[in-house]
């Protein structure tokens, strides 16, 4: 039986002797934000954890909405659980805390997977970030919705995962309290010293995969970051991708991720 006071995912591959996954989603994602991975992938055991603040999830007791929170939480997580040897991956705000997690209980961990990952290269777009990322409007959402997207009409044609329509958006979804205390951490110059020290503490294989064009990321002084920060890092671009690299180009992605995980 799962611990975990929050929604999740696990997905019993019957893989107990494998390492196991876990997922780490980004700002106001949630567990099910990989699903399109994890409903297909069968080599090892799944688990992905909602994290509180995000996605309407309402904190219990003394939890808050960042990333001291949420680091505590993966921990306990792991560690009720008795994980060991785990491959995880982090998307965005999911990739510092994957970094922060590791920096404090390596020894668990045997590869890591940065999807997109906040890294202190991004700090320059903090603006933007802070104007967008917290729609208000039926404008804003649009700006959101083209800054996260390589091609937001092709995106939309061909998924579900966005209805750009005024009357099926809740903007306290992407504008409450909670949210606006999450993105305040995210923007904070401690906080990224931080992650820029976990990042650096990092040893064991880890795969950088960044979209083709990202509203987010700025792409090569990331990618010149990481080659300085931890070695032998493997990086990958995934053409035609924005920022929701695996829901925009899902075959290709999913050929990176198995050929590294099976390297």
Do not use: R
Request: net charge positive; hydrophobic share 40%; glycine share 4%.
């Amino acid at each position: 039986m799962i611990k975990y006071n929050y929604p999740f995912v696990f997905i019993d591959n019957k893989k107990e002797y494998a390492s196991p996954i876990l997922f780490i989603h980004g700002f106001n994602s949630s567990s099910n934000a990989h699903n399109i991975f994890a409903n297909k992938w069968k080599d090892n055991n799944y688990y992905a954890i909602s994290l509180p603040g995000c996605s309407m999830v309402e904190p219990k007791d003394d939890d808050s909405a960042n990333l001291k929170t949420y680091v505590k939480l993966i921990i306990n997580f792991i560690k009720q659980n008795n994980l060991k040897n785990i491959i995880i991956f982090g998307h965005s705000m999911g990739g510092a805390l994957a970094a922060l997690v590791y920096s404090q209980i390596p020894e668990v961990f045997s590869k890591i997977v940065l999807i997109a990952p906040m890294n202190k290269t991004s700090l320059v777009l903090k603006d933007k970030f802070q104007k967008y990322f917290l729609p208000k409007n039926i404008d804003e959402y649009k700006t959101y919705l083209k800054i996260l997207t390589y091609n937001i009409d092709d995106f939309l044609e061909h998924s579900d995962f966005f209805k750009i329509t005024n009357e099926k958006i809740d903007f306290n979804f992407y504008n409450n309290l909670h949210i606006q205390e999450l993105a305040k951490s995210l923007v904070d110059k401690q906080q990224h010293i931080l992650v820029d020290k976990a990042y650096k503490s990092i040893k064991i294989p880890t795969l950088l995969i960044l979209g083709e064009k990202d509203g987010i990321i700025m792409q090569e002084k990331c990618i010149n970051y990481f080659k300085k920060t931890i070695k032998n890092i493997k990086i990958q671009i995934i053409p035609k991708t924005g920022h929701l690299i695996y829901l925009e180009n899902f075959s290709n992605y999913y050929k990176k991720i198995k050929s590294f995980l099976n390297d």
